[in-house]
């Protein structure tokens, strides 16, 4: 039985014989009970503690277990409930069912009756959370500021769980604009650290004889301009974490001081022989192939392996299949409300160029042209007469075209010619009947076929989400 000791049963029965009798019944099992005798008992135990199966008398004295049933409905409440009632009319059992109630046992019952129905009720919810689950853990279309339900961005998020528990450096690589600083900051927001300060700096933007007091401080007079102390980054992240990005912008002989702060987790000020100790996560990223920069003499080797020990590679826009369109919508919703205009949509033949297009800049290139649509026009949907250049060019491209909308519609003629039926030796037409599943693949494949590769607009038409479409060909290639 899929239960534990933490298991909390709330037993709500008025009669304090048939109170014994449950508790007689469930005492051998690795539940803790409680019990109430009237409603407003129950409403009190229920507001102190988290209970996860109720077993519900609906003829209680001062309130009946139907209206129990509708508040934990409007209130949401998590617990399952199992009601209980000497009334054998199923016009009783289905209100409670109606009302929220998992299951109902009609008095008088056994044991094993109540044992059976405690057993499903339970194993519900273990699938119930097992589904949340997924659906939070697994099948995610939004996460840490990311956005974007394809297989690699699930797998990125998989990454930033497994990585944010540890203290371990993770190297993070990727083209501009891919997102690595949001990157560092999940991983960060998703650690024991997050309360902590991050703390980001850009090995490429501080002059190289400037960084490395950036980084660890200086003391007063350490160098032309150093009037006062100062504590550095890497001071003021303790505790928390630290973000170098454009880490193989670094300086070859700062590599070297970073190194040991590494190794030792001590620092020294720039002018100072005092150690200081802090505790920091190192979090970095650079566009380079580090590999490379190894090869050219521009980054140390063994500087890379010790930052290298959770590596997380960030895809190209172009290659994140189907999450243009999502990432374009949510800054279509956003500089709509900034900059005051009616944008609500893309048309669909807008949605079939952002989803074609290569994306050389990614996600930064398709933040500006979407602001540069919001702020030179205004309508309720983006039309393609809209699109700035290079996206321009792409609509007159023979190779853009669509299909007809009403392909997909249930409301207009189907441009598609329907199949013709089979005929048996009399000429009559023979029943063809197919599983679901095959009915169902050959759906999605060919509303996928139609939407030239456009999975999100295949889904949309489809009335279901485009991750249900990724889990399915995942499936389906097994």
Avoid at 8 to 19: A, F, G, K, Q, Y
Avoid at 96 to 123: H, I, S, W
Avoid at 302 to 319: G, S, T
Wanted: hydrophobic share 40%; glycine share 6%; net charge negative.
């Amino acid at each position: 039985m899929p239960s534990d000791n933490n298991t909390l049963v709330l037993l709500i029965e008025d009669d304090p014989s048939i109170m014994a009798i449950y508790l007689a019944y469930l005492a051998d099992l690795p539940y803790q009970l409680i019990g109430a005798c009237n409603g407003e008992q129950a409403f009190k135990i229920l507001a102190q503690r988290q209970v996860d199966v109720i077993l519900l008398d609906l003829n209680l004295p001062d309130i009946n277990g139907l209206e129990i049933l509708k508040q934990l409905r409007d209130d949401q409440h998590p617990s399952s409930i199992i009601v209980t009632t000497g009334d054998c009319s199923m016009r009783t059992a289905i209100n409670a069912m109606k009302e929220g109630a998992q299951d109902y046992l009609v008095k008088p019952f056994d044991r094993d009756r109540l044992l059976t129905t405690l057993k499903n009720v339970l194993g519900q919810r273990q699938l119930q959370a097992t589904v949340e689950l997924y659906r939070d853990k697994i099948d995610r279309s939004q996460f840490c500021g990311f956005i974007g339900s394809s297989p690699k961005m699930q797998h990125i998020y998989q990454l930033i769980d497994s990585s944010a528990s540890s203290k371990a450096t993770v190297f993070i690589t990727g083209q501009s604009g891919t997102g690595k600083e949001l990157c560092a900051e999940a991983v960060h927001r998703q650690s024991a650290r997050k309360k902590a300060p991050f703390i980001a700096l850009n090995c490429a933007a501080i002059p190289r004889d400037l960084i490395e007091s950036e980084i660890f401080g200086h003391v007063k007079g350490a160098f032309t301009g150093a009037i006062n102390s100062r504590d550095g980054l890497a001071k003021a992240a303790d505790g928390g974490t630290l973000f170098l990005d454009e880490i193989c912008e670094m300086d070859m002989s700062l590599q070297t001081r970073l190194l040991r702060f590494l190794q030792t987790g001590t620092l020294q000020k720039v002018g100072s022989d005092k150690t200081e100790t802090v505790d920091v996560r190192i979090i970095c990223a650079t566009n380079k192939d580090p590999l490379q920069a190894i090869e050219q003499g521009e980054f140390r080797e063994d500087l890379f392996y010790r930052l290298h020990v959770l590596p997380i590679h960030l895809p190209a826009l172009k290659d994140r299949e189907g999450d243009v369109v999502d990432i374009a919508r949510h800054f279509l919703q956003q500089y709509s409300r900034e900059e005051r205009k009616d944008f609500l949509s893309f048309d669909l033949e807008t949605e079939h160029v952002l989803s074609r297009y290569q994306w050389p800049g990614n996600i930064r290139q398709l933040q500006n042209v979407i602001r540069n649509i919001v702020v030179l026009n205004n309508s309720t949907s983006v039309s393609v007469q809209m699109l700035p250049a290079p996206l321009d060019a792409l609509v007159t491209d023979n190779n853009m075209t669509m299909p007809p909308p009403s392909s997909f519609s249930s409301n207009s003629q189907n441009n598609l010619e329907s199949p013709k039926p089979k005929l048996d030796s009399n000429g009559q037409p023979t029943l063809c009947i197919q599983p679901l599943a095959v009915l169902e693949r050959e759906a999605i494949e060919q509303a996928i076929e139609l939407c030239s590769g456009n999975i999100p607009r295949a889904a949309h038409f489809l009335e279901i989400s485009a991750a249900t479409i990724y889990r399915k060909r995942n499936a389906w290639r097994r």
